[in-house]
């Protein structure tokens, strides 16, 4: 098998790739010795590459419980999505401008608007990477090295709902919802800003109804507990 740069480097991606399709769930155990078995290599590597999605807010670490999974409050997630919005719309202006300086970027974001027209809305893991290499390209599109970074690590924790938030929205819809990548792309280039703004922030509306939905979810817990 090739592994990456390093062995740690290749474990923080497994590891997070696995996090994020919900293989390893929420809640759920990181064991090092037994991921190290699973990707045959040492421990070593696993546990430097577990600390670091610690400081990513993917991982947590307990008092005699270990790795585990971070869970993530209704606080959490609204706070993702908040700094998500704000983020791709500040981009917005500078991607315009840039639309003539990046032509291979908008000639990828095309290529991955064409692949979203064949995805089944069932086929959330094809649509989560899609979604992130759509949303990654715009944030470049900006030339904001720093902004980049930020976005990298905010996704980091909102792919992880992504998945979750999907799945509570009929299929239906999430078809509507890969479809609009189009549309944004479309306003990209024709430079039309204001289109852009209106559009990015309307295609996070199937997100924020499963907000809604685990708040509900959430609030019926702890009706239950008391």
């Given at each position: 098998?090739?592994?990456p ?31 190290a ?25 307990l ?6 999974v ?5 606080e ?9 919005t ?10 315009i ?15 991955i ?19 992130t ?49 189009r ?33 509900k ?10």
């Amino acid at each position: 098998m090739e592994y990456p740069e390093s062995l740690q480097n290749y474990a923080l991606e497994e590891i997070r790739r696995r996090i994020q399709t919900g293989v390893y769930p929420v809640g759920s155990k990181l064991a090092p010795q037994k991921i190290a078995s699973e990707l045959s290599i040492s421990p070593t590597p696993v546990v430097a590459a577990l600390n670091r999605l610690i400081s990513q807010g993917l991982v947590e670490m307990l008092p005699r419980r270990g790795f585990l999974v971070k869970a993530f409050t209704v606080e959490d997630i609204s706070n993702y999505f908040d700094t998500r919005t704000m983020m791709e719309c500040w981009a917005v202006k500078a991607a315009i401008r840039n639309r003539t300086r990046f032509p291979k970027i908008l000639a990828e974001m095309g290529e991955i608007v064409d692949r979203f027209d064949g995805v089944d809305p069932t086929d959330l893991e094809t649509a989560r990477e899609l979604e992130t290499q759509f949303h990654m390209r715009l944030i470049r599109m900006a030339g904001n090295d720093q902004l980049t970074r930020l976005y990298e690590f905010n996704w980091s924790v909102g792919s992880v709902f992504f998945v979750f938030s999907v799945s509570k929205v009929l299929p239906e819809n999430f078809r509507i919802s890969l479809q609009e990548h189009r549309t944004i792309l479309e306003a990209l280039t024709a430079g039309d800003e204001e289109r852009l703004m209106t559009l990015l922030a309307e295609h996070l509306r199937f997100l924020n109804k499963a907000i809604d939905w685990y708040k509900k979810a959430e609030s019926e817990h702890y009706k239950e507990e008391g």
